[in-house]
């Protein structure tokens, strides 16, 4: 109708494979870009190669696979190598507080 508004969304491309990251776990420093991952306790800086972004992800083409565990909050004061908890994880058994 004369007047009247519409919403599109045009679909260009489908990566059903794709490993998704929240945008806010991607860091850039000295022109690099990367992201920590969780190794068992410990940070571990990698570089990444981004890919589309949507919503809040963005794509991750290079740097890590499928299942690898990332840090999304507190990674701007880590450094590569530091000591770190799962958020609500009791720092001295390991085990989530609360929990008997």
Do not use: H
Not at 22 to 49: H, I, S, W, Y
Not at 71 to 83: F, K, N, R, W, Y
């Amino acid at each position: 109708m004369p007047g009247g508004f519409v919403r599109v969304a045009i679909q260009t491309d489908v990566r059903p494979d794709a490993i998704l990251v929240p945008k806010r776990a991607v860091m850039e420093r000295d022109g690099q870009t990367f992201l920590f991952l969780a190794d068992n306790g410990v940070a571990r800086r990698v570089p990444v190669q981004l890919g589309y972004e949507e919503d809040g992800n963005v794509q991750i083409l290079q740097g890590i696979s499928a299942g690898d565990r990332v840090v999304v909050a507190g990674q701007g004061a880590l450094e590569d190598g530091s000591e770190i908890r799962k958020v609500g994880e009791d720092s001295a058994n390991g085990v989530p507080e609360g929990a008997t």
